[in-house]
T-cell receptor, first 114, second 113 residues
Framework: NAGVTQTPKFQVLKTGQSMTLQCAQD?????MYWYRQDPGMGLRLIYY???????DKGEVPNGYNVSRLNKREFSLRLESAAPSQTSVYFC?????????????FGDGTRLSIL | QQQVKQSPQSLIVQKGGISIINCAYE??????FPWYQQFPGKGPALLIA?????SEKKEGRFTISFNKSAKQFSLHIMDSQPGDSATYFC????????????FGKGTRLSVIA
């Protein structure tokens, strides 16, 4: 049972390069999320998709774009990477149709931008 | 404005002791309060959660205490073990968990023998 799978696990980019972080879940969840985690800052929501075909901005969306490719997959794109986007990125999923359901997280993508 | 404030930032507890982590929230519309546990190199995982219609929830050594009037909730870890050493996040959401979670900044717990 894979749960939430994120690829790649590690990546180093140069400033200005672009990249797409991939996320897939196999739990038939309707909602998916992208967070970034920085030391002392907790988890901050970048974008989320409440259901297939919809996306909404979170707390820190600037510099990012997302695509809900289908029910299973939700990608995060950095069009022109900046050093401030160096972070650990987590994808999560949940079933918002059922109350009190937890978010299931992947193990993260560690991204460094030089 | 930080919607969920968590303290302390770090905590060192002796094996067998009680670990206590506190959170406070501003938005009275929050109605779902989970705690997540994160080990190094892993994503957060749900530990225990509570709704505001109860004042306490216990699962094994882990207890959430909830004070609706003070807009505060806390995690108590009884008989703390070295394996409990991790980062703990409180969170909150509205709509009975049907909205994205807002997380506290986390508490790094170290349980020493």
């Amino acid at each position: 049972n894979a749960g939430v799978t994120q690829t790649p696990k590690f990546q180093v980019l140069k400033t200005g390069q672009s990249m797409t972080l991939q996320c897939a879940q196999d739990m038939n969840h309707n909602s998916m999320y992208w967070y970034r985690q920085d030391p002392g800052m907790g988890l901050r929501l970048i974008y989320y998709s409440a259901s297939e075909g919809t996306t909404d901005k979170g707390e820190v969306p600037n510099g990012y774009n997302v695509s809900r490719l289908n029910k299973r997959e939700f990608s995060l794109r950095l069009e022109s990477a900046a050093p401030s986007q160096t972070s650990v990125y987590f994808c999560a999923s949940s079933d918002l149709r059922v109350g009190n359901q937890p978010q299931h997280f992947g193990d993260g993508t560690r991204l460094s931008i030089l | 404005q930080q919607q969920v404030k968590q303290s302390p930032q770090s905590l060192i507890v002796q094996k067998g002791g009680i670990s206590i982590i506190n959170c406070a929230y501003e938005n009275t519309a929050f109605d779902y309060f989970p705690w997540y546990q994160q080990f190094p190199g892993k994503g957060p995982a749900l530990l225990i959660a509570i709704r505001p219609d109860v004042s306490e929830k216990k699962e094994g050594r882990f207890t959430i205490s909830f004070n609706k009037s003070a807009k505060q909730f806390s995690l108590h870890i009884m008989d703390s073990q070295p394996g409990d050493s991790a980062t703990y996040f409180c969170a909150a959401s509205m709509g009975w968990g049907n909205t994205p979670l807002v997380f506290g900044k986390g508490t790094r717990l170290s349980v020493i023998a």
